[in-house]
């Protein structure tokens, strides 16, 4: 079941991204509900402490999903504020946060790859 509102919330902000202005306003904030964006991202940090703390290992799949869906949520919250789909407060948060988030994702790597390092040490091992 998680997999599927995983999938689905995914293919839904990717065609948003990809045509904004093809989705009316309340249909975006519909799809800016906890459970489509708040899933994926909730999903994305579950692996992440699946794979280092549980699994002991960094699984590439699970690589593969968390450089995929880190920025896909940042960017789609952020656009969302950033349009007003949350109201006027959310569109001067969104206007100071769109040029941060390349940051905001660079950081959220760097979050993954210390959690990883002081977890797996995994530098020695490429060595």
């Known amino acids: ?4 509102v995983f ?5 839904v902000r990717t065609s948003i991204l990809e045509d904004l202005d093809a989705y009316p306003r309340t ?10 964006a708040k899933s994926p991202f909730g999903f ?17 799949w699970c690589l593969v ?3 995929t869906t880190l920025p896909l949520f940042f960017i789609v919250t952020a656009r969302n504020l950033r349009e007003g789909v949350f109201g006027q407060r959310a569109r001067r948060v ?11 994702t ?9 959690l990883a390092q002081l977890r797996l040490n ?5 060595v």
């Open 1 to 4: 079941m998680q997999v599927e």
């Open 7 to 11: 999938r689905r919330s995914v293919s």
């Open 27 to 36: 249909s975006r904030r519909s799809r800016a509900t906890p459970s489509t």
């Open 44 to 60: 994305v940090v579950w692996l992440i402490g699946q794979s280092i703390y549980v699994l002991g290992t960094l699984c590439p």
């Open 65 to 67: 999903v968390w450089l």
């Open 94 to 104: 969104g206007a100071v946060l769109w040029p941060w988030i390349t940051l905001v």
């Open 106 to 114: 660079v950081a959220a790597y760097l979050v993954v790859a210390v």
């Open 122 to 126: 995994v530098l020695a091992s490429i």
